[in-house]
Structures are given as structure tokens and as C-alpha cells.
């Protein structure tokens, strides 16, 4: 049996404390099961943040989506992970990445190092992530047991080897990072690229006791009869694809409501991705999509 659908909203917008609660109440209600928050600078804190967001809801559960590992010391992210999943009654997941803005180590006066370093220090935080919450000695104690459920952010062979090893939760983002882009610009992969991907993933994963939650970031909903109008403003981004192309990407979903939800249940087939994340500003777009998905 394939696994239950679940469904994340990454809020990427800044907000007084009264519109924050307000937005996570209405993800709530829109049934988004995780409120997650990225790691960038500009845009909201991440465990200041989801701490709000527990305040002002009840059931879905709170992640970082991702951490930039460039950006903390594990000691004092071990602290800050206790502290959050303590404080939002055990509901936090520990999204990971390595960063792929050079432009905010700059900003932030942080050191960038090559993808090998960047790969090496997330490793690195993770075992010590591990050691340091795994210690009963370690002071605070997260609230979940085994350990607060850990989510990797991976698209190269090194980075799904390190997921396939440690995380409860692979997550894919269905694009690569742009070469010599200090912005992060990202250029999104085929289907066909994906499948390599993920089926590059389950090669390491071979030898896990219990399979990964697998989880796909999607970059832009519109649930329309009229695709093709739809797809004209991605293409001036995309100029290098056709709008067939681009409307087949796995993170588009562009289409009649039906037609959506079909590629999804058929995405969840095909990849295995039964956690499917969305960004802010499709989050009331998708909400159709979810309830269909749930019947």
C-alpha cells in the first residue's frame, strides 16, 4: 500500500505577530499537515517563527524547510532544536540542507567553501546533532523520542548518500543549482532526470530498516482550464524549454483540478512522493488539490 498523502506549506513571507498566527491558522484550516519556514535571509527566522506558529494552531506539525548547515554551530543548533520541539510540544521535524545561495554567506560574512565543504559540514552537524540529543546528559532534551524526525534536502550522489544514511525524510527538490549563480538561481530537472535521481537515492537506501518518507518541493499551482495562458509568465523565466516542457515538469502542477491530482497520484507511483510540499504563494491554489487527494 502506498503511503498516505501529506502536505506542507513553506511561508516565506515576513509578518507582525498577529498576521503570522492569522496565516497559520488559515494554513490550518486549509488542511496542511506540516507549517514549515525556509532559512534565508529576508525572510522570517526559522524557530522564533514556527514557536508563533504552534501558539496559533493545534494540529499540523512545524519544520525548517530547509536549514542553510552554513548558517549554524551544531552545539548551538542542538540547543535551539531541543528548545523549539520542547516548546511546540514535540510537533517539530529538522529539515537540512547544505545552502546553495552564495550571496547570503557573503552578506552574512560566512565562509562559502566548495560544494565538498559544504556537503562535509552538513555531515558534521548531523552526527553531532545525533550525538548531542541522543545524550541524556545534554541540557534541554527535545520532547520526541527516538529524536525529532529529520528531513535532508538532496539532489547530488554525495548528499543522497548522506540522507539515505540519517534522514526519516528525503526530500527533493527537482531542480539543480544553477553553476557560478550567486543568487541561487535553480534550473528545474525532467522527469526523467528525477527518476534517476530518486532511483540513485534508493540505491543507497538499499540496506535501511525502514524506508524514508520521500517528499517533492512543488514551485508553482494553478488549478486552470486554460494551461496554456497559465504557463506564459514561466516561460519568460524559462526560455530555454517549450510550454509542454515546462507543463511536464514534476514541480509545476498547471492544470484542470482532475488532471493535478491525477500526475500526483501518479508522482506518488512513479517517485514515491507521498509528502508534497508547496511555497506560500500557492498555498489557497492547492488547497483543492489537497482536499481532492484526501477523498
Known amino acids: 500500500m502506498p503511503r498516505p498523502f501529506r502536505f506542507g506549506v513553506n511561508l516565506l513571507e515576513p509578518a507582525p505577530g498577529r498576521e503570522w ?18 532559512d534565508h535571509l ?3 527566522a526559522p524557530f522564533p517563527a514556527l514557536v508563533a506558529a504552534a501558539e496559533a494552531t493545534e494540529r499540523p506539525r512545524l519544520g525548517t524547510f530547509v536549514l542553510n548547515a552554513g548558517f549554524w554551530n551544531p552545539a548551538l543548533l542542538a540547543r535551539e ?10 510537533r517539530l521535524e529538522l529539515g537540512l540542507g547544505t545552502g546553495y545561495v552564495r550571496a547570503e554567506h557573503e552578506s552574512a560574512g560566512l565562509p562559502w567553501g ?4 559544504r556537503v562535509d559540514h552538513l555531515r558534521h552537524t548531523v552526527q553531532e546533532l545525533n550525538r548531542l540529543l541522543g545524550s541524556a546528559e545534554h541540557r534541554p532534551r527535545p520532547v520526541q523520542r527516538p529524536g525529532v524526525p529529520l528531513l535532508i534536502g538532496a539532489n547530488g550522489d554525495r548528499m543522497l548518500r548522506l540522507t539515505a544514511e540519517h534522514a526519516d525524510i528525503a526530500a527533493f527538490t527537482g531542480a539543480r543549482a544553477v553553476p557560478g549563480s550567486a543568487s541561487g538561481q535553480l534550473d528545474p530537472i525532467t522527469a526523467d532526470e528525477l527518476d534517476e535521481r530518486v532511483a540513485r537515492y534508493r540505491e543507497f537506501a538499499a540496506g535501511r530498516e525502514e524506508p524514508a518518507e520521500l517528499n517533492l518541493l512543488v514551485q508553482q499551482v494553478v488549478v486552470t482550464d486554460d494551461p496554456e495562458a497559465a504557463v506564459r509568465p514561466l516561460l519568460e523565466r524559462l526560455p530555454h524549454l517549450t510550454a509542454d516542457q515546462v507543463l511536464a515538469l514534476p514541480i509545476v502542477l498547471i492544470g484542470p483540478l482532475e488532471e493535478i491530482t491525477g500526475r500526483l497520484r501518479a508522482h506518488r507511483e512513479r517517485f514515491g512522493f507521498s509528502y508534497l510540499t508547496v511555497l506560500e504563494p500557492s498555498m489557497e491554489a492547492f488547497a483543492p488539490v489537497l482536499r481532492a487527494l484526501r477523498d
Do not use: F, H, N, W
Open 21 to 38: 498566527r492569522a496565516k497559520c491558522r488559515r494554513a490550518e484550516e486549509l488542511g496542511y499537515d506540516v507549517i514549515l519556514v525556509p
Open 42 to 44: 529576508g525572510m522570517p
Open 81 to 90: 532544536v531541543a528548545t523549539t520541539d520542547a516548546l511546540t510540544g514535540g
Open 114 to 117: 566548495s560544494p565538498r565543504e
